[in-house]
C-alpha cells in the first residue's frame, strides 16, 4: 500500500510542484493520475520511486520511506520513463535489461535467469541481441518495461507510457500494462490523455496545479476533467460504451 | 605498434603504416565513401596546418619559383605532419568503426580494476554513456539543423549565429538528458560498490594479441 499525507514539492526557484496532496493506493490497484502538462505529474512519481524529496508531507511504501530508504523502495517501485531513451543504457536489449538485476548485486546465473524471463514476458527474445538504438518506438518502450520487470518490482509507475507512439505501438504497451495488473502488480500511469487506458483502470486520480482535485471511478470522475484541462475520452462526448484500445 | 611507428620521421615507416591502414581498411570492409565522408572535415583542418608549415618554415626556396614564399623544407615538413595526423585519423576512424563500445568499456574497466580507489565500475558506466550521448548529440545537431532548414534559417549566412541558433537547443537538450539519465540510473538501482563481471576475451581478439607479441619478439630478436 502506498500512503502520500499533505506532500508539497517547492523547486529551487520557489514554484510550487505539488500542494498537500492526499493519496492512498491500495495494492494491485491500477490507478490513473491525469492532468494537463505541468501539473505536477512526473514530480509526484518521481517522489513516489524515491527520486525526489518532498519538501513537506509524508510517504510511505508498503511501510517504508522513500526519504529515508530509497534503496529499498527502488526494490519494489520500477519506474517508466516518458522517452524510453533516457532509461536505455545497454548497447543490446540483453544487455540493458542486465543492468537492474546487476545493481541488485544478483549472481550471474541469476540475471540471466531474470534477462531471460523479462525477454519472454515482454516478447523480446527474438530481438535480444539486437542494438537499442535500432528499435522502434513500441519496442524501445517495451524493452523499458522489461528492464524494470527484470528486478521483479510490486508497484510499476508509468510516466505519460503513450507518448510518441502509433496505434500498434499503443495496443502493445497497453496490453502489457492490462498483464501486469492481472497479474499482481499494482500499476500507476500518469497521462493527460485519458482515452487510451480509461476502459482498464480501476479509479482515476485528477491532479491540478500540484492538487489532487479528485479521486474516484473514472465513470463518475470523466464529465469533470474538461474543467481541469483534460480531455474527456469520446465516448463522454459523443454518448456510448467505454471502448477498449485492445479491441 | 602504430603509435610507436607513427613519432618516428623515417618515411620507410610511414610507407608501412599507410599500406597496412589500406590492408586493415580491406579487410574491416569498412565503405570507401564513408571513409571518404569522415575524411572530408579533416581534410580541410590538414590542407590549412599543410598552408601554415609551407609558408611559415623557414629554408631555401624553389629554384623554379623563387617569387613563392615557400621553402622546401617546409614542404617536407608540412608533408610529413600531414601525412602522420592522416594516418592517425585513418587509424582512429578504423578503431571506431570495427570496436563495439561495450568492449572498449570492458578494456578500460579490465586496465583500471587493479588500481586502488578507482571506482572502476562509474568509470564505465560514465565511458559507455560519453559514447551514447556522442552519437545522441550528433543526431541532435542533425535534428535542429534540419529544422532551421525548415525554417529557412540556411538563409542565414552569419556563421555565429548559425553556431549560437544551433548551440543553444543542443545544450538545453543535452543538459535535460543527463538530469533524466541520472534520474533513470536511480530508478534502477544503480550502485557503485558492486563487483563488475567482465565477459571473457575472444579468440577473435587473441589472434590480433599474439600477433602483437610475436612482432615484438622478432624486433626484439633482431635488436639483439
Redo the contacts between chains.
Keep these: 500500500m502506498i500512503q502520500l499525507h499533505n506532500l508539497h514539492h517547492r523547486y529551487p526557484d520557489g514554484t510550487y510542484a505539488l500542494r498537500g496532496i492526499d493519496l492512498t493506493i491500495s495494492k494491485g490497484e491500477f490507478l490513473l493520475i491525469c492532468g494537463a502538462n505541468g501539473s505536477g505529474k512526473t514530480t509526484l512519481l ?1 517522489i513516489m ?3 525526489l524529496k518532498p519538501t513537506e508531507g509524508s510517504i510511505s511504501i508498503n511501510g517504508l520511506n522513500p526519504v529515508k530508504e ?2 529499498k523502495v ?2 519494489i517501485v ?2 517508466i ?1 516518458q ?1 524510453p ?3 536505455i ?1 545497454g ?2 536489449v540483453r ?1 540493458d535489461i542486465a ?2 538485476p ?4 544478483l549472481s ?1 546465473k541469476e540475471i540471466k535467469e531474470r534477462v531471460d524471463w523479462a525477454l519472454e514476458k515482454m516478447g523480446l527474445q527474438s530481438l535480444s541481441e539486437k542494438s537499442c ?1 535500432l528499435l522502434s518506438g513500441g519496442e524501445k518502450r517495451r524493452l523499458a518495461i522489461a ?2 520487470m527484470a ?1 521483479k518490482p510490486e508497484v510499476i509507475l508509468f510516466d505519460e507510457p503513450f507518448t510518441h507512439l502509433d496505434y500498434p505501438g499503443i495496443q502493445e504497451v497497453l496490453k502489457y500494462m492490462t498483464r501486469l495488473h492481472q497479474e499482481g502488480h499494482t500499476l500507476i500511469v500518469t497521462t493527460h490523455d485519458v482515452e487510451k487506458v480509461i476502459a482498464h483502470i480501476d479509479r482515476i486520480a485528477i491532479i491540478h496545479k500540484g492538487e489532487i482535485k479528485a479521486s474516484g471511478l473514472p465513470d463518475h470522475l470523466v464529465k469533470e476533467l474538461p474543467q481541469f484541462g483534460v480531455r474527456p475520452p469520446c465516448y463522454v462526448i459523443l454518448g456510448g460504451e467505454k471502448i477498449s484500445w485492445l479491441e | 605498434m602504430i603509435t610507436a611507428t607513427l613519432i618516428q620521421t623515417n618515411i620507410s615507416l610511414f610507407i608501412f603504416d599507410s599500406l597496412l591502414l589500406v590492408a586493415l581498411f580491406f579487410l574491416s570492409q569498412f565503405p570507401f565513401k564513408q571513409l571518404l565522408r569522415e575524411l572530408r572535415f579533416w581534410a580541410i583542418f590538414l590542407f590549412i596546418l599543410f598552408l601554415f608549415q609551407v609558408l611559415l618554415t623557414p629554408g631555401t626556396r624553389f629554384h623554379s619559383s623563387h617569387w613563392l614564399p615557400v621553402s622546401k623544407e617546409g614542404v617536407l615538413l608540412g608533408g610529413l605532419t600531414c601525412w602522420r595526423l592522416g594516418l592517425i585519423f585513418g587509424y582512429a576512424i578504423l578503431f571506431t568503426a570495427v570496436t ?3 568492449e572498449l568499456q570492458d578494456a578500460l574497466i579490465w586496465i583500471l580494476k587493479p588500481i586502488p580507489f578507482l571506482p572502476e565500475r562509474r568509470i564505465g ?1 560514465m565511458v ?2 560519453t559514447l ?1 550521448f556522442f ?2 548529440t550528433l543526431d541532435w545537431v542533425e535534428e535542429v539543423n534540419i529544422a532551421h532548414q525548415a525554417r529557412l534559417g540556411d538563409q542565414n549566412k552569419n556563421p555565429f549565429r548559425k553556431a549560437k541558433l544551433l548551440a543553444l537547443p543542443v545544450l538545453r537538450r543535452s543538459l535535460l ?1 543527463v538530469e ?2 541520472t ?9 557503485d560498490d ?1 563487483s563488475i ?1 567482465l565477459s571473457k576475451i575472444s579468440l577473435s581478439h587473441l589472434v590480433p594479441l599474439f600477433f602483437l607479441l610475436g612482432f615484438f619478439v622478432v624486433i626484439g630478436w633482431l635488436e639483439l
Design positions: 518521481r520511486s524515491g527520486l530509497p534503496w527502488r526494490q520500477g519506474m520513463f522517452d531513451d533516457s532509461q543504457v548497447e543490446t544487455e543492468f537492474g546487476e545493481n541488485l548485486g550471474l538504438y528492464g524494470v528486478m | 563495439r563500445p561495450r558506466l559507455s554513456l551514447r552519437s545522441r538528458e533524466e539519465v534520474f533513470a540510473l536511480a530508478a534502477r538501482g544503480y550502485r558492486l563481471h
